[in-house]
C-alpha cells in the first residue's frame, strides 16, 4: 500500500497520560498535515510540515500538542496529560513532490487515529 | 481568521437529479479549493479540485465552480446515484487547508 498510513487506528487512554500517534505519509510528499475531527464536523487543521520545518500551528493547539518530523519522512503527534476534550479523530495527510500544476497541491489522508480519553 | 462557510448542512434529492452545494471563503489569498467524500467511518476522499487562476472544472458527473470576486464556490453533482450518499467537504487554502462544515447528501432511491 502507498498510501498515507497512521498507527495506532485506534487508542483508549485515561485521562491524564500521554499519547503519540504516528504518520507515515506518500514517499515523494515532502508536505504533511495533521488534522482533527470530530463527529459531525470537518477535519480541524493542527499544524503542517514541508519537509522536516514545521511551517504553521494551529492556535487552537495546545501547549499539550507537540509534533515532530524529524527526517522529513514519518511524523509523530505527541498529546500530553489527555483531557476528555481530546477524544478525536485525528487524521494526516501529505502533499507535494515533484508536480508543477494542481497535483502539487491535492493532499491525500491516512485512515486516521481514533483517541477516546476515559 | 480564515473560514470557510457551507451551505446546506443537509440535502436530500431524488436519485437521478442534481445535488448543489455552496461555500464561501474568508481569506483572499486562497487559491486551491478542493472537494472531498467522506463516507461513515472512512477517510476523506478528493473528489475535484480547482485552483483560482480557473472558473470552471468538470470531471463526468461532477462539476465545481468558482467566483473569486465574491468568494463563492460550488459543487454540482449531476445525475445523482445511491452511491453519492455521503458527506460533502468544501475547502480553501492559501497554505493550509481550511474545511467547511460539511455537507450530508442522501440520494432518495
Known amino acids: 500500500d502507498t498510501g498515507v498510513s497512521q498507527n495506532p487506528r485506534h487508542k483508549i487512554t485515561k485521562r491524564g497520560q500521554n499519547v503519540t500517534f504516528r504518520c507515515d505519509p506518500i514517499?515523494?510528499?515532502?508536505?504533511l498535515y495533521w488534522y482533527r475531527q470530530t463527529l459531525g464536523q470537518g477535519p480541524e487543521f493542527l499544524t503542517y510540515f514541508q519537509n522536516e520545518a514545521q511551517l504553521e500551528k494551529s492556535r487552537l493547539l495546545s501547549d499539550r500538542f507537540s509534533a515532530e518530523r524529524p527526517k522529513g519522512s514519518f511524523s509523530t503527534l505527541e498529546i500530553q496529560r489527555t483531557e476528555q476534550g481530546d477524544s478525536a479523530m485525528y487524521l494526516c495527510a501529505s502533499s507535494g513532490g515533484l508536480f508543477r500544476d494542481s497535483r502539487e497541491y491535492e493532499q491525500y489522508f491516512g485512515p486516521g487515529t481514533r483517541l477516546t480519553v476515559t | 481568521g480564515e473560514n470557510v462557510e457551507q451551505h446546506p448542512s443537509t440535502l436530500s434529492v431524488q436519485e437521478g437529479d442534481s445535488a448543489v452545494i455552496k461555500c464561501t471563503y474568508s481569506d483572499s489569498a486562497s487559491n486551491y479549493f478542493p472537494w472531498y467524500k467522506q463516507e461513515l467511518g472512512k477517510r476523506p476522499q478528493l473528489i475535484i479540485d480547482?485552483?483560482?487562476?480557473?472558473g470552471e472544472k468538470k470531471d463526468q458527473r461532477i462539476a465545481v465552480t468558482l467566483n473569486k470576486t465574491a468568494k463563492h464556490f460550488s459543487l454540482h453533482i449531476t445525475e445523482t446515484q445511491p452511491e453519492d450518499s455521503a458527506v460533502y467537504f468544501c475547502?480553501?487554502?492559501?497554505?493550509?487547508?481550511?474545511f467547511g462544515s460539511g455537507t450530508r447528501l442522501s440520494i432518495r432511491p
Open positions: 480547482i485552483r483560482s487562476n480557473v
Open positions: 514517499s515523494e510528499h515532502n508536505r
Open positions: 475547502a480553501a487554502s492559501a497554505s493550509k487547508i481550511i
